[in-house]
């Protein structure tokens, strides 16, 4: 069974817009993060954002905010003013907490953001 | 800014051979792991390594993948024989000292196996 959906697998979006990123996930482990990740097309993986799930308050980095609804099992990614290098594929991944220490990330499909000047 | 860093960049082979990717994870960092990523395709995690011994490991990572961490500072995956399959990029990843749910893993650039 899929633990992490990203159901968008392209969005485009003009400069300067909000733009909204799917992620919903599956897990019966009540303790768990949600991660998200930023592969540009040169490849590497850059960390953007994290959400624990006994977090109170979503979370915010700076221009990235996460949208963390645990009820609907959905952590999606708010990107606010959007820029030209914000151009890239978007990861969400989840790491589960009962299984020790060396939890591994499970990723979702990407979605592939486009921004338009 | 300390990071993972990952040998080579591009490596190309012919299938049946054997290839070793190496990575330098960030020093003090307890965890270590790989994950492969097929063109257009989502990360899939292939093993964990912690205290000097697998973690855990994927359906994928078979009897043809090893992993050692042979010195203390470098941490190595090796393919025995190299299938058209394998075709990926190959990341490695670590994970400081806490075993606690939020702290990130940092990926290492990358290592793009092509095998002809």
């Known amino acids: 069974a899929q633990k992490i959906t990203q159901t968008q697998p392209g969005m485009f979006v003009q400069e300067k817009e909000a733009v909204t990123l799917d992620c919903t996930y599956d897990t019966s482990d009540p303790s768990y993060g949600l991660f998200w990740y930023k592969q540009p097309s040169s490849g590497e993986m850059i960390f953007l954002i994290y959400?624990?799930?006994?977090?109170?308050q979503n979370a915010t980095e700076g221009r990235y905010s996460l949208n963390f609804q645990k009820a609907r099992k959905s952590a999606n990614l708010v990107i606010s003013a959007s820029q030209l290098g914000d151009s890239a594929m978007y990861f969400c991944?989840?790491?589960?907490?009962?299984?020790?220490?060396?939890?591994?990330?499970?990723f979702g499909q990407g979605t592939r953001l486009t921004i338009n000047p | 800014e300390p990071e993972v860093t990952q040998t080579p960049s591009h490596q190309v082979t012919q299938m049946g051979q054997e290839v070793i990717l190496r990575c330098v994870p960030i020093?003090?960092?307890?965890?270590f792991y790989w994950y492969r990523q097929i063109l257009g395709q989502k990360v899939e995690f292939l093993v964990s390594?912690?205290?000097?011994?697998?973690?855990?490991k994927s359906e994928i990572f078979d009897d043809q993948f090893s992993v050692e961490r042979p010195d203390g500072s470098n941490f190595t995956l090796k393919i025995r024989s190299t299938k058209l399959e394998d075709s990926a990029m190959y990341f490695c990843?670590?994970?400081?000292?806490?075993?606690?749910?939020?702290?990130?893993?940092?990926f290492g650039q990358g290592t793009r196996l092509t095998v002809v």
């Open positions: 990843a670590s994970r400081g000292q806490s075993p606690r749910l939020n702290t990130e893993a940092f």
């Open positions: 991944a989840m790491r589960e907490g009962s299984r020790g220490g060396a939890q591994k990330l499970v």
């Open positions: 390594f912690y205290n000097n011994e697998i973690s855990e």
């Open positions: 020093s003090n960092h307890l965890y």
């Open positions: 959400q624990g799930s006994y977090d109170q």
